[in-house]
Each structure stands twice: as C-alpha cells, then as structure tokens.
C-alpha cells in the first residue's frame, strides 16, 4: 500500500490515514519527496521508486498535484488508486477540468480509481482503514455483514458512529466521492459476490448511471437487500447535490422512485433510517406477508404501535393481524383478567419473563401472524433482563420473526447489544421499530414476487 | 401525605413509593393496618388515625379496596388522592363498576381523585415523586421546565428517560390514568398559571371532555405551548385505548386533527417526536416566518436537510431562504473558494470554529432568513469543541434562531448537554432537526395569527 503525500504533520490527512494503514498487516509505503522518514517507517520519493508491485495507492495532495501523481501510478501499474483530494467537479469549472484530465490519465490503463474526493475505504476484518477522519474523533465498528456505500464522507462517518451505538458491526465502508471510475453500480456486483456481506446501504446523491444501476440492482435484490437514501430529491435538494459531489440529478425523483421500487430496493429517507433498515435487513431476510401482530406490557405503546402501523398517512400502512380463535382462547390463561388479548396484545404491568415468553410461543404457532413487534419494557417490577434471553430464544424460531423496541435500557445499556449480537433487530423508539417492520414486510413482497 | 397501602415488602408499589416520599421534604404517613413501622416510619391503621389535616393521599391497593380507602380518604377531608390502582374502567365491566362507585364516594367533597389507573406524579423542583416505578429502573431527570401530562405510565417513564438523555429538565410528570375527576384540561390551565412551567407536553388517548379542552387549549396556547400525542388514531388503536385507559374515542381522527390545529396545539406521533419538539419549544418561542437556511460543513447533510425541508411528502414542506447578495457575497469571503455559498451553505472539511462563527453571524443579518438549522459536526480536522461555544453565544443573537443538529458526539457526549443547558434544541439527526424547525415556525405562525 502506498500513501502519496504522507505526512509526519499531526492532523494532515496524509498523517491521518499513515497513522491507520501502519496498524494493519499491510507494507506500507509512504511517498514524500522531503521527508526519509514518517512515524518509523522509511518514506520514497516517488511511486516508481517503491520496490515490487503496488496493489493499492492512496492520493491525499492537493487537487492540482493530483493528476501527476495518479499518473505516477498508473505508470506503475497500481490495481487500485484511492482519491481523497477534493476540488474536483464538485467545485466549478476549474476542478471539472482538473477532473477530466484525471480521467484521461487512466484512460487505456488497468488501473481503477475510487473518487476523487473520496474520504477512503474502512474494511474492519481486514483491517484496511483509509478513512481521513481520525479514530478519536470516529471511532470504528467491529467486523459485521452490512456494507455501506456512500456519496457523501460525513454520512458514512454517521453511519458508523450510529452502528457502533447498537453494537453492530460493517464488513466494508466505501466513500463513493464523484465516481470518476469506479461507480456504485459496479460496487454493487461487487459485494453481491462477497460471502461476507449480508446487506448492501447505499447513500447516493446521483446515480453514474441509471441504467446500469437498474440492471446491477436487478441482479443483486434477489439475492441480497439493497437500501437506498438517495438525495437531492427536490430543486434546492439537487442543486446542493451539484455543488457537493458534482451530482446531476438525471430525472425527476418521482422516476427514480418508481424504478428503485420495481428493482426491489428498499428506499430510505435520512441517515438514520438506513442505518436502522439495512441491520434489519441483515439480520432477518424473510417475513412472509403484511400481518403483524403487537405485544407490549405498557398499553400506550401498544396503542401507538397499532396506529403507526395501520395509518397510511403518519404510519406505514400494513395490517394489524386478527389473531385466531385458538390464540385468543390460549392467551387468555396467560395474561391477567383485565388485559386486552386482541392484537395489540397487552400484558400489563403485571408482566413477567415466563408470561411474556409462553405469550410469544402461542403467537408465534398463529399462521395469521406474519412478523411480531414487541415492546420490551424493563421498567415493570417483576420483569427481569431474562427477558432478553426469552426474545434472543424466541427469535431462533424462525417460524415468525420478531422485531424488538427496547424501553428503559438507561440503566442496561448491554440489553441492544445483546439483542443486535443475536441478529434481532432492536430499536429505541416504537415508530423505528415499525418502519423496520414495514422495510422487511416490502423486502418479503418482493422475494415471493421475484419467485413467481 | 398519606401512604394507603404502604408495604415492607420490596418490589411491592407500596414500598417504592414510600421510599421515594422517604427522601422528599414531606411529613409521611404510611397506612397499613398490619404494621406498626416500615422504612422507620410509624404506620397508620387508618387515615382517620392520622394526626392533623393530609393533604395528599397515595392510594396503592387492590382495584377492590380502592372504594373504601377513598371513602377513608374523603371523610378526612384530603385534598387531592392520587390513586394507583388499576382494574377499572379499563378492565371491563367489574372494573366500570368499581370505577362509577368511586365517583359516588367523590361526590359532595372537597376531595379531588387524580387517576384511577395512574403511574402517579413526579415534580423534581419540590421532590415529589409517587411515580411507582423505583429510580434504579427509570431515572428521574432533573428540575426544568417542560410539563408532561400523559394518559399512559409508559410514555411518561419513556419520556423521562429520553429527557435524561439530553440532561432536559421537567417541571412536572402527572399521570392521568382513568381521568374519573381530575381532566387533562382541568390540569392545562393549572399548567398554563404556572410560571416554572415554559411548555406542556400531553400524551392522550381521549379526550374527557372535547369541548372543554378545546376551550383550555384555547386559553393556554396563546400564552404556552402545547405538544400533544394523541393515539388511538386508527380503528384498532382506538380499540387498543379502549382496553387500555377505558378511553372511548369520541371522534374521527381527521375532526381532532383539525381541532387541534385551530386550537394551536402541536401535534406529533410518536413519544420519540413528543420529547424533541416539546424541548424545541420550551426554549425557542418565537419564529417569525418558514424561510430556514442550512449550514453545514459535511455537504451530504445539507443535501439531506435541503430535502426534508422542501419536501411534502417526505419531509417538513418549509421554504429554503433565498440568500440576498449581500449575504453571498460576504460568504464568498469566509469559506473556501470550491464550497457553496447559495443555501444550503456548504463549509466543506476545511471549516474551522471562527469561519463557522462569521458564517452564523452574516447570515442572522440577513432579513430572508427566519430560522437557521446548523449542521454541527465535530469530525472536520480544525474544529474544535469551542464550536459548542459559537453555537452558544450565536443562539443568544435572538434575531435567527438556531436549531442543531449535533455529530460526532460519540466521543464527546457532553456537547449535547451544554447546548441543552444554554437553551439550543438539539438533535443527534437531520430529521429530528428539521421537525423541531418545522414545529418552531408552526407555532410562530399561530401567535402571528393570534396577535391579529
């Protein structure tokens, strides 16, 4: 690996992204014509003066330094060049000169190039991390299986401060930047054939193009999800878009919204979100139709949990299930004589670990039920953090899948973590939890489709 | 203030709530004919033992002993009986009966009964706390100045949960269970009297009585805001509320809706939204017109939020400010030649602390420009935490007001609190930012209208 324009500086980019290539298991090579040596390791002159192959050259000068040292390893044959420089198409007219001469650069060579403007690539099991920004001021995810694609480098950095918040790990961050070579489209393929990623999140303000985006996202949504926020949907929107990543808004976003639906993607609408659907994606790929069913031990949210999932308009629109004759007759052995047994369920505060569980398995044998959202309050006093084994148990059962919204964590932090180590989605608001529930029904819709 | 029901036991509601009054200012008596002593303090057979005049009665026992204990309470001429117990009109037609003998007991007193059914009454400021949820399981937030009225125990325990989170203070948490006498309306106006008291929050499942509460939102919101959840919006959450607080929805949702409007009452959806924008408006009352500007250094987030902005369907549907000449040019002096200057103003990686601050200050100049929603990211290499201080000292400039929108708060997560502290909303995403603008210029709209 080969950094250009490394430098001993604390808090330059080149010093930044040296400090995190050293600490993995890579050669690493850092360029720098006026320093012999950065943080112990010995510094080249050039790229051509580097020994053997370069598998893998990172370019963090100035815009206008750029395309000569691109040009340095395209001489020498680099498979990959990552750029971090900005001041390219993003920037006007001199920068999409600056850009079109980079193209020209590569032009008839082997070598690919992921930007510019790009803020690099984080790959946690391998332990690649280009990422410009610091550890300290962003720490890193664990290994996982969402792969997150992003045209923008503060909204992957979001995604990753809010996957480590759940304890949820990434198999590979991408910094998209202008796509001057390498395009989302072909990093889709890409992570379709990787065994390690379960879910592909994307954060796109255009599309390279939309064609070859349909025809890639056709191939990959029958196998894997893919979840979009895709940006610059409306005039101001799309013009900030232009100014930020060069991004041209090709159509109008009513279109790009039909075609992401009829490609099986799951559309998203803020950085939250796709962070929150694409873990549930990952973790649950299956849920067979639209009914679900509610059980909660505190009443308002199963009754605020009933309206987001059956009001079209500040909602999700599904269906709340009509639960059988049988199960009604079963849980109401189980519950207290006052509580409500029509779905939502309501378990009141007299709830405890054993009644929550047996009241999980009688839903879970109910073929009117096609997913579950419970509501885990910790907060009644005969409940214990044993709750958390009965949904992690629970949820093996794949017969009905089970999305969590977890209530009183303040003083149990552990119980997400626990939850999202064993694949059950968790979320901390009842209207996050339901749009999880709502993405995974649209992914079930479009995997009996797709069969047909 | 009396303990009906105190108990030795641990875990029982008795004991916790005896041992939160324990703590307070307050002379207690506990009632249990069984004990002489519990926690060190002398038992009462009976409330007619008690030496003296009770202001206050907790009543927590059985739905069954609940009608005598009142009884007890009301000859002893108490003032106010908070009643616990569930298994009334929630709980079908036994519990309708006991629920219409409490209110004969009621009858011809003095006595007023807050409940049946209620989680009970926190107020920070005094060291009040009934609420029968112990603290090691819910802790309580500190004294401040949003009211919280809810009709369900859960979302006033979540509430107080997701205040403490953003060191938000509460003035007053009631619960209204049943509502047999005291009325969410009744306790508005109270509310609306209070000085310590800057904004109302109410999550409801049905109104006691419509007209009334039409007639004491339109008293108060002139003078205080109102954020309410109403649930039980659709078929089956009506249902739900029902059999949870015995509330019989009186109407469509659609009439509320438009009730609420006219009545200038905020309404949100979910009790995520009921936090964020009761916060927002306790803090910042005055917003004079729906022209927001977005700065931000990360270029994604302003594409994000000049979407959620503009957008109808999938976002607030505000205008973004046109920015006058003047302000442009003077912004082309302040940020990096390739960054944008049009809205959303783009500061790029490069930004540091005081380019920010002059940023803040050009743009609160501008006439065009009624609200201003700061993307504060603390990654960017040159920014500093002083960047809290400029927000901070920026907010006070009461000319634009400024909604935040905090990242990179994983490593410093004391930055929320301080801009919490000072008075400037905060939120840890896009949307949550862009809702409470929208809230902001909602209500600055309303009191426009009210002045005329």
Redesign the interface.
């Known amino acids: 690996v080969a950094l250009l324009g490394a430098s001993a500086k604390a808090?330059?980019?080149g010093n930044?992204v040296l400090r995190s290539l050293a600490r993995g298991p890579f050669k690493v090579f850092p360029v720098n014509p006026n320093e012999s040596e950065i943080l112990g390791l010995r510094c080249y002159s050039s790229v051509s003066a580097i020994p053997g192959e370069v598998d893998l050259a990172i370019v963090a000068l100035p815009a206008q330094e750029t395309v000569d040292a691109v040009r340095e390893c395209v001489d020498k044959d680099v498979a990959v060049v990552i750029v971090t420089s900005?001041?390219f198409s993003?920037?006007?007219e001199e920068?999409a000169k600056l850009q079109s001469e980079l193209s020209s650069v590569l032009q008839g060579s082997r070598t690919r190039l992921l930007g510019p403007n790009t803020m690099g690539v984080l790959v946690p099991s391998s332990q690649l991390d280009t990422l410009f920004?610091?550890e300290?001021?962003?720490?890193r995810p664990s290994a996982g299986e969402v792969t997150v694609l992003?045209?923008?480098?503060?909204?992957a950095?979001?995604f990753l401060?809010k996957a480590?918040?759940f304890g949820m790990g990434i198999r590979a961050c991408v910094g998209l930047g202008n796509k001057l070579d390498i395009s989302e489209s072909e990093l889709l393929r890409l992570f379709a054939e990787d065994s390690g990623t379960k879910c592909i999140a994307l954060?796109l303000?255009s599309f390279k193009d939309g064609g070859e985006f349909i025809d890639a996202a056709r191939t990959v949504t029958p196998q894997k999800p893919i979840v979009i926020?895709k940006?610059?949907?409306?005039?101001?929107?799309s013009?900030?878009?232009r100014?930020?990543?060069g991004a041209i808004a090709s159509s109008s976003d009513s279109v790009v919204d039909g075609v992401l639906r009829q490609s099986g993607v799951v559309r998203v609408?803020?950085?939250?979100e796709l962070v929150d659907i694409s873990r549930a994606l990952a973790h649950l790929d299956r849920v067979d139709g639209y009914r679900v069913c509610v059980v909660?031990?505190?009443?308002?949210?199963?009754?605020?949990a009933?309206?987001?999932?059956?009001?079209s308009e500040?909602?999700v629109g599904l269906s709340?299930a009509a639960l059988s004759e049988t199960t009604i007759r079963r849980l109401r052995e189980l519950v207290p004589?006052?509580?409500?047994v029509?779905?939502?369920v309501?378990l009141?505060?007299e709830v405890n670990d054993s009644m929550y569980d047996s009241v999980l398995e009688v839903l879970q044998r109910d073929n009117g039920i096609d997913i579950i959202l419970m509501s885990l309050?910790?907060?009644?006093?005969?409940v214990t953090k044993a709750l958390v084994e009965v949904a992690i148990r629970r949820s093996r059962d794949a017969s009905v899948p089970i999305v969590v919204c977890a209530?009183?964590t303040?003083?149990a932090p552990d119980v997400v973590e626990e939850l999202e180590a064993n694949r059950v989605p968790v979320y901390?608001?009842?209207?996050r939890g339901v749009k999880a529930v709502s993405a995974l029904c649209q992914r079930g819709t479009y995997l009996r489709r797709m069969k047909r």
């Open positions: 808090g330059k980019i930044v900005s001041g993003e920037s006007g920068g920004i610091p300290d001021r962003s720490p992003s045209q923008s480098g503060a909204v950095v979001s401060e480590r918040k954060y303000e926020l940006s610059g949907r409306t005039p101001t929107g013009r900030a878009a100014s930020h990543t609408y803020d950085e939250e909660a031990s505190a009443g308002g949210f199963g009754v605020m009933a309206d987001l999932i059956e009001s500040h909602g709340m004589a006052y509580s409500s029509l779905n939502p309501d009141t505060a309050e910790l907060q009644p006093p005969r209530f009183g303040d003083t901390p608001t009842i209207r």
